[in-house]
């Protein structure tokens, strides 16, 4: 293939692939070996070329606003503190004819049969070892071949069910293996939103162009799943590593879509050798686990004794077959290099035939043969650690390029002769080019696929197409995503019309009633925090707003009204010589981050307006004044965060996990009425403290139209504490969280729980009084009894 | 030789330890023509209401138990009584370094006894280049693999001085070789990071050993808990060996076998920690006593 040879453009798209290039030696997506626009891209670069400049930013501003609403991010560890990274989206699809994109997945699905086999003679007779054709010591040094798992039969019957394949093209046209994904391989979460924004830009071009539809790849894996359980009760659940690994956004994005759980290591635990989840209801049973986690975390006890990522005993539970991992645990043993180098003679030995999708030339230089072949081909070779389960193009720092170091000094052949079995050689790939919109033209980028495989009842299903990774310049190295690299979409189209299937037009299994009790611990937990925050949020503007409005008409902080109310505000940790105090970013943080641990229990609308509220907030903490115009910043404020609460509390299906979210609510406001409710009606409190109370109480209106008379303790204590009409009185919140609380699942032998004991005693004792049998000492006591509301919360569901 | 060995290890924690797991790996183990246990009984105090008994990779038997409610104090206490039979005398039989290599290399099988586990790295003993270059300044490349193995296991209880303040259970194999102090579980893990460096296959044992030694004799070191020592690969030929840095003999009729493994992670008499806000005590203590009757 000649690849400066003579471009034979159509006319239409002169313009559009003015700047594509194309190499020498490397295959083109787009462009094939005679220059000529494969016919597979000719419909969609018809419609692509009709785009003025302007067309194209919007169709590609369409896309990037779908990723930015639906809060699509991964996490990007560098240098110091890890950041929330945009979805990197190549707006260009990848188009491959449907009948190529069939010959692919039966490879990969023969393939994926082997591995199979593999993986259960690692864990059983190690045939392959004891007949010669695997070395015993590259084995016995592969950290994802788990010990104590050898041994242990899957309980479904198989080790894999969900795995994914990297390939690549090399320069002959034809596909080749790069890297084998089973352990607990991730992306396609993100290739369904890759999609939807991909649809997004060019809606019109994808109708038109017969693009098969992923939805049904995952519906049948979610039937497979819910097929694996056992016929008691049990659940489907995802284990995620939480929300500070790197792909947790496709985790929470998985779990909703598929409508399993999302759980975290602390929220299981082993019981008698069976899988179970802490809910608020108690210890539920868990038969099928997807592990989103590296195998060796999954255990403290037998695996590995730093892990705070799963649960003591698993491997005891897996041993008693009592649930389905997904994959089983230990399934990583597959993804090692020197593996690789193995797996030709592997096929032939079990299968009788080559794999038809080869993997990319490998050598483990541990043997005699292989190490001379290396040594004597350096310069096209990449060596690098025999375990690195890293792909050909992601290099760790030991690698050699060429017969060079990192350092480009060259290596003493001396070195890998004494290293041999640390060490793999896999021959320099050169992956073929795919279009990219680079400053408004299209340009010739590497690309590698990855393409998803679950199995089912009848076997492995291949998800067509929806994910490739595009190299950010010319060369194959810089095709991963943290180097810069980007993602895009890739289209396998028929000449036919593709069937509309979504995961909501249908399902094998029915409507699934959704669970009450089934909410875990975790998840709980984070809920009422973020309801506390959002709410301490809110009444910490309420107050600062006051004292800000007390600044604006008197021009000094020196009044006693004034400095009282900056005092109090003071006890509760915040500093009101601050415009924009430092605390109040810090709660509202606080909230995001609870939040952020239950994604998958949140909708996108609820996650930006909290999002919104906190840029808005930062924003003004840079430029807001004192006095007035800080008395608006917080107003504005005050309006987003009833946003939120809006969009929580009106649009939230009422499950187990809303009440958490409500509760939280109720027990913040408890708490902070009855915190400045002790403060402003003190004896020493100075004169104008009972209007101060009615307008952070936020019941001026009330206050004026309940009682014709001036503002005296008696009326403020029983606006805002006795009231039962008033959502922001104590006892209104008291008969609030008591709705909540006979809603929370009862746990065995009791008819009450402590908590729901707590707020009866508070209520009974609240209906009977009136003001006059409420001096401050008597205030000071129901603000301890309620403060006990949220410890007794947690002992009561949360262990 | 017959004994009676009484094992008690116990642990009382000031804040009530949350819900726990663990795996123990207490009980002397029968091996044919070494030793034969006789009866062995663990007590676990307050009683579990999980004890499920198992055999790990390597051929271990252990016990996994487990907690459901917190705990404040926890006592294991083991009474057994084994015969250990004199070893053989030992032919050396095992190929020079380059050759056992070879063997290893060889090697078809994966079961737990297999060489192959025992080279390289494994979870406590990573490579440490000072140990590496202090075996190999042994002058071992030219003998055999057997030769080699006492060699370094000597040299080792020569420059180390056994000292239960110097190190703790955590304390990393190079911070004790630095120092040139600590115990036989330091004794041990620097000599198998030693052996594995020289490419000698080598795993770690956990047992008892002898209380009072016969008349005439010096007490040994490490009889007051339990004791660690080295076992090696020397060939087909040969197998394995074991070895006892700390007291710089074979391991023999004084050595009781509980559980081999690649190093302590393996082997650990209780492995799985409660959760606790607070600090904890431990106390280990062993008897291994001669029982009357018993030829001396």
């Known amino acids: 293939m000649d690849g400066t040879s003579q471009k034979i453009v159509p006319p239409a798209y002169e313009r559009l692939l003015a700047d594509y290039r194309t190499l020498p030696g490397i295959a083109d997506e787009l462009l094939d070996a005679s220059g000529q626009v494969r016919p597979v891209w000719h419909g969609f670069l018809n419609e692509l070329a009709a785009f003025s400049p302007d067309d194209l930013e919007h169709a590609f501003a369409r896309g990037n606003q779908y990723l930015r609403d639906a809060g699509v991010f991964f996490r990007h560890y560098g240098p110091g503190a890890s950041t929330e990274r945009e979805w990197p989206l190549s707006h260009i699809p990848l188009i491959i004819k449907r009948q190529e994109w069939e010959n692919i997945a039966s490879s990969l699905m023969e393939r994926a049969d082997l591995l199979e086999q593999v993986i259960a003679d690692f864990y059983s007779e190690n045939r392959l070892v004891g007949e010669g054709i695997l070395p015993a010591g590259v084995l016995a040094a592969n950290p994802e071949w788990l010990r104590p798992l050898v041994g242990v039969k899957p309980k479904s019957g198989h080790f894999l069910h969900f795995i994914a394949f990297d390939i690549g093209r090399g320069p002959d046209g034809n596909w080749w293996v790069l890297g084998d994904r089973t352990q607990a391989p991730s992306g396609s979460g993100f ?373 009282f109310l900056g005092d109090h505000i003071a006890r509760r940790g915040i500093d009101p010589d601050t415009a924009l105090p430092a605390q109040l970013l810090q709660d509202i943080e606080s909230a995001i981050r609870s939040a952020g641990n239950v994604r998958d229990r949140f909708s996108n609308d609820g996650w930006n307006a909290l999002v919104d509220l906190k840029n808005t907030a930062r924003m003004f903490a840079s430029k807001v004044q004192a006095g007035d115009d800080a008395a608006r910043a917080y107003s504005i404020l005050l309006r987003k965060i009833s946003g939120f609460s809006g969009l929580v509390h009106e649009n939230m299906y009422r499950f187990t996990g809303w009440r958490f979210l409500g509760i939280g609510r109720s027990v913040e406001r408890i708490v902070d009425t009855l915190d400045f409710l002790n403060s402003f009606t003190d004896e020493e409190a100075p004169i104008g403290a009972f209007e101060l109370a009615i307008e952070v109480g936020d019941s001026i209106m009330t206050h004026r139209r309940r009682f014709a008379v001036e503002t005296r303790r008696e009326t403020v204590v029983d606006l805002l504490l006795l009231d039962d009409m008033n959502p922001r009185a104590v006892l209104n919140q008291l008969r609030v969280l008591n709705d909540h609380a006979a809603f929370l699942p009862a746990h065995e032998g009791e008819r009450t729980t402590a908590f729901q004991r707590r707020i009866m005693e508070l209520v009974t004792a609240l209906s009977t009084s009136t003001a006059n049998d409420i001096p401050s000492d008597r205030l000071a006591e129901i603000s301890a009894e309620a403060g006990g509301l949220s410890s007794l919360l947690a002992e009561s569901y949360l262990r | 030789m017959l004994y009676d060995i009484h094992l008690e290890i116990t642990y009382s924690y000031e804040a009530q330890a949350d819900a726990g797991y663990h795996l123990l790996h207490m009980q002397p183990a029968g091996i044919d023509g070494m030793q034969r246990v006789i009866a062995s009984s663990l007590d676990i105090d307050p009683i579990p209401p999980e004890r499920i008994p198992g055999k790990d990779f390597f051929g271990n038997q252990f016990v996994s138990i487990a907690f459901h409610d917190p705990v404040d104090e926890l006592a294991f206490r083991l009474r057994a009584r084994v015969e250990r039979f004199a070893p053989p005398e030992l032919l050396d039989m095992s190929p020079g370094l380059a050759d056992l290599q070879r063997e290893v290399r060889q090697t078809t099988g994966m079961t737990g006894d297999s060489p192959v586990h025992f080279t390289g790295q494994s979870p406590r003993i990573r490579r440490v280049s000072q140990i590496s270059r202090w075996a190999n300044s042994l002058g071992c490349e030219t003998m055999s693999a057997f030769q080699a193995v006492g060699a370094v296991c000597s040299a080792l209880h020569s420059e180390m001085t056994f000292d239960p303040e110097a190190t703790a259970v955590d304390t990393p194999l190079e911070t004790a070789f630095s120092n040139r102090r600590g115990v036989c579980q330091d004794f041990t893990h620097i000599a198998i990071s030693a052996l594995r460096s020289l490419s000698i296959p080598a795993g770690y044992v956990s047992g008892f050993l002898r209380t009072i030694p016969p008349e005439g004799q010096p007490r040994l070191e490490g009889a007051d808990a339990m004791h660690a020592w080295v076992r090696a690969w020397c060939g087909f030929e040969m197998g394995w060996v074991e070895f006892d840095p700390t007291n710089n003999m074979m391991a023999g009729d004084d050595h009781v076998v509980v559980a081999v493994g690649r190093d302590y992670f393996d082997v650990s008499p209780v492995k799985g920690t409660m959760r606790t806000a607070g600090a904890q005590l431990s106390s280990q203590s062993v008897d291994m006593l001669v029982v009357d009757g018993g030829k001396n």
């Open chain 1, 191 to 563: 290739a369904l939103e890759t999609r939807m924004a991909t649809a997004r830009s060019f809606s019109s071009l994808m109708n038109h162009a017969n693009v098969a539809r992923l939805a049904g790849f995952f519906r049948q894996f979610r039937d497979s799943l819910l097929g694996l359980r056992e016929q008691d009760g049990s659940r489907v659940a995802i284990l995620t590593p939480g929300p500070l690994n790197d792909t947790y956004y496709e985790h929470a994005y998985i779990a909703r879509y598929l409508g399993f759980m999302l759980v975290q290591g602390s929220d299981l635990a082993v019981r008698n050798g069976k899988l179970m989840v802490r809910t608020v209801g108690g210890l539920k049973p868990v038969s099928v686990l997807w592990r989103r986690v590296d195998s060796e975390w999954i255990d403290p006890l037998e695996l590995n004794d730093e892990s705070r990522l799963g649960a003591a005993g698993m491997t005891g539970a897996l041993r008693s077959g009592s649930f389905t991992m997904v994959n089983a645990a230990g399934s990583g043993a597959l993804e090692i290099r020197a593996l690789m180098a193995f797996i030709p003679k592997i096929a032939q030995h079990l299968t009788g035939k080559p794999l038809s999708m080869p993997n990319i030339a490998t050598w483990w230089c541990g043997g005699n043969a292989e190490l001379d072949y290396v040594k004597a081909n350096l310069s096209r070779m990449l060596i690098d650690r025999a375990m690195s389960t890293r792909l050909p193009f992601d290099h760790s720092p030991q690698a050699i390029l060429s017969g060079r170091m990192r350092d480009g000094t060259p290596v003493d052949p001396g070195w890998i002769d004494v290293h041999g079995e640390d060490l793999v050689a896999q021959e320099a790939v050169s992956l073929s080019t795919t279009p990219a919109f680079s400053n408004g033209k299209l340009v010739a980028r590497p690309m590698s696929l990855r393409v998803f495989l679950a199995r089912t009842p009848n076997g492995w299903s291949v998800m067509p197409g929806g994910f490739a990774r595009i190299g950010s310049s010319g060369g194959s190295a810089d095709i991963s995503m943290q180097r810069g690299g980007s993602v895009s979409d890739v289209w396998v189209v028929s000449d036919t019309p593709e069937t509309q299937d979504t995961l909501i037009a249908s399902s094998a299994t029915g409507y699934l009633r959704p669970e009450l009790g089934s909410l875990p611990t975790t998840a709980a937990d984070n809920l009422f925090w973020l309801g506390r925050y959002v709410e301490r949020t809110e009444h910490s503007v309420r107050l600062l707003r006051a004292y800000h409005l007390r600044l604006a008409e008197t021009g000094t902080a020196d009044y006693p009204i004034a400095r």
